[in-house]
Antibody, heavy 113, light 108 residues
Framework: EVQLVESGGGLVQPGGSLRLSCAAS????????MNWVRQAPGRGLEWVSY????????DYVDSVKGRFTISRDNAENSLYLQMNSLRAEDTAVYYC??????WGQGILVTVSS | EIVFTQSPGTLSLSPGERATLSCRAS???????LAWYQQKPGQAPRLLIY???TRATGIPDRFSGSGSGTDFTLTISRLEPEDFAVYYC?????????FGQGTKLEIK
């Protein structure tokens, strides 16, 4: 059974940093591209970042370029999202997704003073 | 950047009825890269349809996708109580992998 479990969320002040993790199991992690998608409270879905299976390629939505960094550790079956210079508008539930076919349960990030 | 408009914003129907949800793109989308998701309150999105027409694993055959170019449709042939949720379309062929704003399917 494919499982994706996010962790690392919480409350952070504007300008602060947070690192999200996503632990994957039930499939060969190193074979799959991964994504982060977020959803602000009461809003729709927004794709945030992509990483290829070997981590050679990454991509970001314009609003997070230069502030967020996606990475992965295939030996540890883990996906990460380093979020720096956080803003109030980054407040959202963050989901990791295998390509886009399986999704984690999400983790809440709140940016507020 | 491809922008999606989903319509209607809210659809009020009764169980047993047929639902037709529309997704229009600002430019042509490869059918191979068009997906539909269902999301219930407090839950992660669930993939329903990929490649515009193909049902994901475990998705009942009352869900079907159609369309090409800039116009795509998700049809639910006979609504079950568990189908009332928010539905999103998305293209995953070229970055940014944008989603539509969603259609809320509510019980009439």
């Amino acid at each position: 059974e494919v499982q994706l479990v996010e962790s690392g969320g919480g409350l952070v002040q504007p300008g602060g940093s947070l690192r999200l993790s996503c632990a994957a199991s039930g499939f060969t992690f190193s074979d799959y591209e991964m994504n982060w998608v977020r959803q602000a409270p009461g809003r729709g879905l927004e794709w945030v970042s992509y990483i290829s299976s070997s981590a050679v390629a990454t991509d970001y939505v314009d609003s997070v370029k230069g502030r967020f960094t996606i990475s992965r550790d295939n030996a540890e079956n883990s996906l990460y999202l380093q979020m720096n210079s956080l803003r109030a508008e980054d407040t959202a539930v963050y989901y990791c997704a295998r390509r886009f076919d399986y999704w984690g349960q999400g983790i809440l990030v709140t940016v507020s003073s | 950047e491809i922008v999606f408009t989903q319509s209607p914003g809210t659809l009020s129907l009764s169980p047993g009825e047929r639902a037709t949800l529309s997704c229009r793109a600002s430019q042509s989308v490869s059918s191979a890269s068009l997906a539909w998701y269902q999301q219930k309150p407090g839950q992660a999105p669930r993939l329903l349809i990929y490649g515009a027409y193909t049902r994901a694993t475990g998705i009942p055959d009352r869900f079907s996708g159609s369309g090409s170019g800039t116009d795509f449709t998700l049809t639910i042939s006979r609504l079950e109580p568990e189908d009332f949720a928010v539905y999103y379309c998305q293209q995953y062929g070229s970055s940014p992998y944008n989603f539509g704003q969603g259609t809320k399917l509510e019980i009439k």
